[in-house]
């Protein structure tokens, strides 16, 4: 089985002001430890990270896996959000990974992110790991693969289980329901925050 991993660590974004200080640690620290597990590492570093080497890195990656392979891909820098525009996020924000050359390229979106991953065909088995704020929905999954017809909300009406008596007035605290459903998985994701939170940049005993 093929594993390999790629490592992204920014510090430094220039034009801006907003540098980071750990994030190029924790990209040698990931390095170090899956090298320990066999797996093919590539790192890109501060000016290494541009959104046009990085879009590349991942699709080489995924373009070249096979079924059984397992690819890695680590982020740590900053994330930030962009008005969606094609309706697909509730909030109505697209969270996005920032790269080196933001200030010129923009961010990398989720949806960018999930048209690279999907490159990788069936059988491939992906995990990001994004810490950056905004990143708990950094990943989609693929919409063809959910079962027709087998979609169902995971809700029990009040009414299936409590008398009459107990019921609420009608229209009392209804919760807000989204039809249909869309995929915010597929493959995994740790994530450093919700997509509606900040991760943070610290130090421990220097």
Not at 127 to 133: M, Y
Request: glycine share 12%; hydrophobic share 35%.
């Amino acid at each position: 089985m093929t594993k390999k991993a790629l490592y992204i660590g920014i510090n430094d974004y220039p034009g801006t002001a907003n540098d980071l200080k750990c994030c190029v640690n924790d990209a040698n620290d990931w390095s170090v430890e899956l090298g320990k597990r066999s797996f093919a590492v590539t790192r890109m570093l501060n000016g290494q990270a541009t959104k046009a080497t990085m879009v590349t890195a991942i699709r080489d990656l995924s373009g070249s896996a096979r079924s059984g392979n397992t690819l890695l891909f680590t982020y740590s820098g900053h994330g930030t959000w962009a008005p969606n525009s094609s309706g697909d996020e509730l909030d109505g924000r697209d969270e996005a990974l920032c790269l080196y050359d933001i200030g010129t390229n923009g961010p990398l979106l989720d949806d960018e992110i999930g048209t690279l991953f999907r490159s990788a065909g069936t059988g491939v088995h992906i995990l990001l790991t994004s810490d950056s704020c905004h990143s708990g929905s950094m990943i989609r999954g693929r919409e063809d693969d959910l079962d027709a017809g087998k979609t169902r909300a995971r809700f029990m009406p009040l009414s299936d289980w409590m008398s009459k008596g107990e019921l609420p007035p009608t229209g009392a605290a209804a919760p807000r329901v989204v039809s249909g459903i869309k995929r915010t998985g597929g493959d995994p994701l740790l994530a450093g925050c919700k997509d509606t939170e900040y991760s943070f940049d610290t130090s421990f005993q220097g």
